[in-house]
Every structure is written in structure tokens, then in C-alpha cells.
């Protein structure tokens, strides 16, 4: 998750004011009990009048849609609370409770090899990740993800150590609506002779969408996260910097003067299980950017960046 240190920086593999606010919907095998962090907004889909549904997370907790029509779904993340900005979709298994998905995924972050492995065979019979995007105050993104009927959650990787982990429910029901964004690029996760490698189609704009793909195996989930690339910055320094990070991606104690990237400025798509393509609309600004994965590998544990899953590219 996403390391960015506007918040927690040593997580792994890694929100709209509504006009009145209400407590999120619970199914009945969670707890009654509804974490304070968490605040949904009464507005759904049909009667917002919008195709893009806001999410945002703050000091308050999570506001975010309670409702939505199958298909297409753009949803706009933001963010007022530096502490917060890694707002992620995931599809739970039938019975799943909450506490229990935040478990496993606790395990998935933990940067040892042995718990990323556990956790990630439980994660399969626990919940599908299905993306998201990493931003901050001054980083707002979008993301489009195809739902089907059924019941979502919202999370926010950066608070999920906390026994009140910041989440709230979406029920999408009715009949199917919206549309795709169309991307100018197309990032693509795959492994190539066993290794995982970034496939780029297309060129990236500043401003316009670009679509994130998970073509990895069956249960490997990957993250996409774009730093701007420091001026002079070489594949070499990139080395260099990847060098640092331990076996199983365990982030650097401290930034050096010469890193190639600044985790603060890292915005893009949070983890996705394979077999997945998400649409992104970030704030990326014309120049060279490094995009890297910092998930691991489902079957052994490996650090997929100190594999190889890192890419420089350029924004026009």
C-alpha cells in the first residue's frame, strides 16, 4: 500500500459534504455498534442528480454516498485531514463483518512475509479489493469502478490500525446507469518470465483519465502510485532507491537528501484484485513521474517493488 506520510507512513500495498448527515447502514452479522469516526451522507445517487458520487474524509470521520445503481460508478475523493487519504472500495464476502476483513488486511500490511501470505489466502474468502485512490488536502483524484448489485464498504487504509477504523456501507441496487471515463493511457500489472512489470499503452496528460489494470494472476492484488520524479533523477538513482527498501518492501527508516521521490507528493490507485480495470483522474502535472507498486506477493511474501514494479514516465 501506499506509504505517503501525510499520516501513516509504513502501511503497505497503499468523502462530499452531504446536505444532512446519517449513521451508515450495518448488516446484521456486523456489530450494532457504529464506530464514531464514521458519518455517511443521506444523498444517494438519484437524488444528488449527479454521475459522480463525492466521497470525503475529515477530522469527522468518512462522508460518503449510502446508495448507488449498478454499473460504471465515478466516484470523487477528497480529503481535509492530512492524517487521512488512502479511500479505498472493497466487496466483502457474504457474512463478513467489517472487524473481520480488517483482520486479514492488518495481517497484509504487516511488511512479514509469512503474515502477508496468511492474510492474503484469507483475504479470498473474505473480501475483493476492488481500488481506489490515494490523496491529500491538496491532492483530490477520482475513481471508476464497476459495481454490481449487492453491499460495498468504504475504508480508509491510513486509520484501519485503529479499533474504530474509519468505513461506511454502500448498497447498489436498481437498474444499471452510468458510463466509463475514457483514458488517454492504459497502465497494465503483469508478470513477465515471472517477474512483475508495468506495461504502458497510450501517453498520460495532465488533467485526463488514465485507466489502471491488474492482469497479474488469479488473487494478486496491486496498487498503482505515481511520485513526481525528482529533476535529474536516473533508473539508477531509482535502484539505488528501491535498494533501500527491506525484503519484504519494509520502507526506509529516513528520507535521504538524494531519494528520487518525496512519499508525501504519491497519488494513484490503491490496491485491486487481479482481473480489474479502474479509471483515475489525478492531479499529476506535466513532467516525469515514477510509478510504483508497494504491494507483496500473495504466494511468498516478496516485495513486488524490490522486484521490479517500479516504472519512470513522462506527463504532457
Same mark, same amino acid.
Given at each position: 500500500m501506499s506509504p505517503c506520510k501525510r499520516g501513516l507512513a509504513t502501511v503497505v500495498g497503499l468523502v462530499l459534504a452531504g446536505a444532512g448527515l446519517a449513521q451508515p447502514a450495518v448488516s446484521a452479522a456486523e456489530s450494532?455498534?457504529?464506530?464514531?469516526?464514521?458519518?455517511?451522507?443521506?444523498?444517494?445517487a438519484a437524488d444528488s442528480g449527479k454521475s459522480v458520487l463525492e466521497i470525503r474524509s475529515s477530522t469527522a470521520g468518512l462522508t460518503a454516498p449510502t446508495t448507488a445503481a449498478p454499473g460504471p460508478t465515478t466516484f470523487h475523493v477528497t480529503s481535509s485531514d492530512p492524517a487521512s487519504g488512502w479511500v479505498s472500495l472493497v466487496r466483502p464476502r457474504s457474512g463478513v463483518t467489517f472487524e473481520q476483513f480488517r483482520a /486479514?488486511?492488518?495481517?497484509?500490511?504487516?511488511?512479514?512475509? *509469512?503474515? =502477508?501470505?496468511? #492474510?492474503?489466502?484469507?483475504?479470498?474468502?473474505? &473480501?475483493?479489493?476492488?481500488?481506489?485512490?490515494?490523496?491529500?488536502?491538496?491532492?483530490?483524484?477520482?475513481?471508476?469502478?464497476?459495481?454490481?448489485?449487492?453491499?460495498?464498504?468504504?475504508?480508509?487504509?491510513?486509520?484501519?490500525?485503529?479499533?474504530?477504523?474509519?468505513?461506511?456501507?454502500?448498497?447498489?441496487?436498481?437498474?444499471?446507469?452510468?458510463?466509463?471515463?475514457?483514458?488517454?493511457?492504459?497502465?497494465?500489472?503483469?508478470? /513477465?518470465?515471472?517477474?512483475?512489470?508495468?506495461?504502458?499503452? *497510450?501517453? =498520460?496528460?495532465? #488533467?485526463?483519465?488514465?485507466?489502471?489494470?491488474? &492482469?497479474?494472476p488469479a488473487h494478486q492484488n496491486v496498487e498503482a502510485i505515481f511520485f513526481p520524479l525528482a529533476a535529474g533523477a536516473t533508473e539508477d538513482d531509482v535502484r539505488a532507491y528501491v535498494d533501500r527498501f527491506g525484503p519484504s518492501?519494509?520502507?526506509p527508516t529516513e528520507p535521504l537528501p538524494t531519494?528520487?521521490?518525496?512519499?508525501?507528493?504519491?497519488?494513484g490507485g490503491l490496491p485491486m484484485v487481479s482481473g480489474r480495470s479502474s479509471e483515475l483522474t489525478l492531479r499529476l502535472h506535466p513532467g516525469r513521474y515514477l510509478l510504483v507498486d508497494f504491494f507483496n506477493d500473495a504466494q511468498d511474501g516478496s516485495s513486488y517493488l524490490k522486484r521490479g514494479h517500479w516504472k519512470i514516465l513522462d506527463v504532457v
Open positions: 450494532p455498534a457504529v464506530p464514531p469516526a464514521v458519518a455517511t451522507s443521506a444523498r444517494t /486479514v488486511m492488518l495481517k497484509i500490511i504487516n511488511h512479514v512475509s *509469512g503474515d =502477508v501470505v496468511e #492474510g492474503s489466502a484469507e483475504l479470498e474468502g473474505t &473480501a475483493e479489493l476492488l481500488g481506489g485512490t490515494t490523496m491529500h488536502p491538496d491532492l483530490p483524484a477520482t475513481f471508476t469502478q464497476d459495481l454490481s448489485p449487492g453491499t460495498y464498504w468504504f475504508f480508509d487504509y491510513q486509520n484501519i490500525r485503529e479499533t474504530d477504523a474509519r468505513h461506511s456501507t454502500l448498497t447498489v441496487s436498481g437498474p444499471a446507469a452510468g458510463r466509463r471515463p475514457v483514458p488517454t493511457a492504459t497502465f497494465t500489472a503483469r508478470l /513477465v518470465d515471472g517477474q512483475p512489470r508495468w506495461r504502458q499503452e *497510450g501517453t =498520460v496528460r495532465a #488533467g485526463r483519465p488514465l485507466r489502471f489494470t491488474n &492482469a497479474m518492501g519494509e520502507f531519494d528520487p521521490v518525496d512519499l508525501n507528493e504519491g497519488t
